[in-house]
């Protein structure tokens, strides 16, 4: 088969996990056509069967803000049509299901019908499609994609309610190559601590400078703070503030998310909201237990007391207790540390989610799309 994907090309979750799919789905023999302003960050293009065309927007000094949405359907159309692709996949609705339907727009008249698939990753959702200046576009799009998909059974509900959108959603999960990720045979003798995100609000970053805080009063901890952000300064203060700031790295982004979380001892996620918790499930497949919030889709992806510990937005003192459980309680941590990888295996696993993906590609194909 012949796919587009257009996802966005930098660290956020949605542009990793579709970047992820392109590159099992060429391992599958399939082709695979990247549409995008930038190379994704995780993106080996000297991988065959994986293609990458990039969308350059002229600017003019008519245009205040670059038509970048109008640039992308263009290179959309050129692209389908050049390589004779069976769909269009892209990740995030806004703007990307809106191109996808105009390139659709264009390709339909010059006699080329092809069917878009839409994955809604989250923000999309719950953020950007919940602002006034987007509910209506936002909704729009997602109707007249050909197919949805979702990250979590959580965020399809939140879009069912967001929009009262009644089309069919698939829930398809996020996936993790196993190889890509190994436990490792020792622990730190000073534990460490480690939390990836985009440093967004969000995230609730400063929870984990507190939760090293709370827990340094109790053991000693180091705690690395993987990623960049609006909220990075802030809790580069408050580290100080809270007199942890030695015990606290900010290595800034890392292309090798595999490596760094092997290195951890336990992976904090406090966010206000996450709808799957990529990380989460990486951590997982690298043995190393996680301490999150009990919030979207999370839960779906961890097993509390079985996986790891979930706790309530905003609880520092119960996830620094949480961690602290973890890392002193040796049988504790090692039924976490199998839990969580056979989790993966049997859960989420690309040989198990990307079978999935395939399947729904065939059906919109065949022309089982829900329009």
């Not at 996936?175 to 609000?201: G, K």
């Not at 969580?340 to 690309?350: C, I, K, V």
């Not at 729904?360 to 799309?369: H, N, T």
Request: charge should be negative.
């Amino acid at each position: 088969m012949r796919i587009g994907i257009t996802c966005y090309p930098t660290y956020g979750g949605s542009g990793i996990v579709a970047t992820e799919l392109g590159l099992e789905l060429a391992r599958r023999g399939h082709d695979v056509h990247f549409i995008t302003y930038a190379n994704p960050i995780r993106l080996d293009t000297s991988v065959d069967r994986i293609h990458y065309h990039e969308v350059e927007v002229a600017t003019y000094p008519l245009f205040q803000y670059p038509p970048y949405t109008l640039a992308l359907a263009s290179r959309m159309a050129e692209v389908a049509e050049r390589y004779a692709l069976d769909i269009l996949h892209v990740h995030y609705a806004i703007p990307h299901s809106i191109s996808a339907y105009l390139a659709r727009a264009v390709l339909a008249s010059r006699g080329i019908a092809i069917p878009i698939a839409t994955t809604l990753h989250g923000t999309d959702i719950t953020l950007v499609g919940t602002d006034r200046s987007y509910h209506l576009i936002t909704k729009f799009a997602i109707e007249q994609s050909d197919g949805i998909t979702a990250v979590s059974r959580n965020l399809s509900d939140r879009m069912k309610e967001v929009f009262g959108i009644e089309k069919p959603v698939r829930v398809i999960y996020n996936s993790v190559n196993l190889e890509q990720y190994t436990i490792r045979p020792h622990r730190n003798p000073e534990p460490l601590l480690v939390h990836v995100s985009n440093f967004r609000p969000v995230k609730r970053i400063h929870d984990c400078v507190r939760v090293l805080a709370a827990l340094r009063k109790h053991m000693p901890a180091r705690l690395k703070m993987v990623g960049d952000g609006p909220d990075r300064g802030s809790a580069e203060r408050l580290a100080q503030e809270l007199g942890v700031a030695k015990y606290v790295e900010f290595p800034g982004k890392c292309s090798s998310i595999a490596r760094t979380i092997a290195e951890a001892d336990l992976l904090l996620l406090p966010s206000e909201l996450e709808s799957f918790g990529l990380v989460a499930l990486e951590a997982m497949a690298s043995g190393v237990p996680v301490v999150a919030t009990n919030v979207g889709g999370i839960p779906e992806v961890i097993t509390h007391g079985e996986d790891g510990f979930l706790c309530e937005v905003g609880d520092v003192e119960a996830m620094a207790e949480r961690a602290r459980e973890i890392l002193t309680d040796a049988p504790l941590r090692e039924r976490f540390v199998r839990s969580g990888r056979h989790t993966a295996e049997t859960r989420f696993s690309t040989q198990t989610i990307i079978p999935q993906y395939e399947a729904f590609y065939e059906e919109l194909v065949r022309g089982g799309a829900h329009r």
